[in-house]
């Protein structure tokens, strides 16, 4: 599946780590935007990043670990996901294109579920606002980092979730994989 998303160089950043944060080779960026020197790009310079392959982080910089299977209320169930903290609005990725649906619910607040077009299902709840509803690239934003439903009084937070097939799976190693 192609299509693109568009990104603005920021002060400090390096072709290469843009090309890491969206899951694309560098040599494959800079052809995408005929830039025949990686190491001159320029501030405010719009690149525009294919997405075929593309895996975006779901909060960008978001502070986390492989929470996957911690207790919880009372260990009557378990933690099916991991936390990724970041402080609150900060915005929510869509990690791949898809279809994105919102819903409130009691334990999770506002939630989205993104059916993936790699067929994973990706849920992120605690939001505090919605963000695109409906068809979206990797990289739009779907939602703002909150805490919501259970999460109430905790520090804001989005807790990700992946689904194969009906099973839940643990996202750890996939953020990590793409270096979130």
């Excluded at 905790?154 to 990590?176: E, I, S, W």
């Amino acid at each position: 599946s192609g299509g693109s998303t568009k990104y603005t160089v920021q002060s400090g950043d390096r072709l290469g780590d843009i090309a890491a944060k969206y899951g694309v080779s560098a040599s494959k960026l800079a052809s995408q935007n005929n830039i025949s020197n990686p190491n001159l790009i320029r501030v405010g310079q719009v690149l525009v990043i294919p997405t075929g392959a593309t895996w975006v982080c779901p909060v960008d910089g978001a502070w986390f670990m492989n929470d996957w299977g911690f207790p919880r209320s009372g260990g009557t169930r378990y933690h099916e996901g991991n936390d990724l903290f970041m402080n609150r609005g900060a915005p929510v990725l869509a990690p791949v294109s898809g279809t994105v649906e919102f819903s409130t619910g009691t334990i999770g607040g506002l939630q989205f579920r993104l059916m993936g077009s790699d067929n994973i299902v990706y849920i992120g709840t605690h939001m505090d606002k919605f963000g695109e509803e409906g068809k979206v690239e990797a990289g739009d934003v779907i939602g703002y980092v909150g805490n919501t439903g259970n999460a109430s009084g905790t520090r804001p937070h989005l807790h990700f979730g992946m689904y194969y097939k009906g099973t839940v799976v643990n996202p750890y190693p996939t953020l990590v994989k793409h270096g979130c």
